[in-house]
Nanobody, 123 residues
Framework: QVQLVESGGGLVEAGGSLRLSCVAS?????MGWFRQAPGKERQFVAV????????DYADAVKGRFTISRGNAKNIMWLQMNHLKPEDTAVYYC???????????????????WGQGTQVTVSS
């Protein structure tokens, strides 16, 4: 079992920035972020592989969000810039033992999940 703990959420004005962190109890091969807004399905945000050299982003966040991984490999960050009200959601950290270049965006591809951290962007 891999335990994931997120932190860094909060309330920010549109155009502002936040940095989310996720600490894992192990070093999973792939770590990613998903988000879920009220009344909507959970959606993929970004994923990064063990080396940190390979990553993918949802179109909605490309150019604004940056995913990264620490040297210890059990820590991951999501730097969120130019935030918009539509980014408001609970953000979940996820981990997988593999990095599927075809299905990285599917939540079913991930074995472990954190409890989530709320991000609220005011207009």
């Amino acid at each position: 079992q891999v335990q994931l703990v997120e932190s860094g959420g909060g309330l920010v004005e549109a155009g502002g920035s936040l940095r989310l962190s996720c600490v894992a109890s192990a070093t999973p091969y792939a770590m990613g972020w998903f988000r879920q807004a009220p009344g909507k399905e959970r959606q993929f945000v970004a994923v990064i592989d063990w080396s940190g050299d390979k990553s993918d982003y949802a179109d909605a966040v490309k150019g604004r969000f940056t995913i990264s991984r620490g040297n210890a490999k059990n820590i991951m960050w999501l730097q969120m810039n130019h935030l918009k009200p539509e980014d408001t959601a609970v953000y979940y950290c996820a981990a997988s033992g593999l990095y599927s270049r075809s299905y990285y965006y599917r939540s079913t591809n991930y074995d472990y999940w954190g409890q989530g951290t709320q991000v609220t962007v005011s207009s």
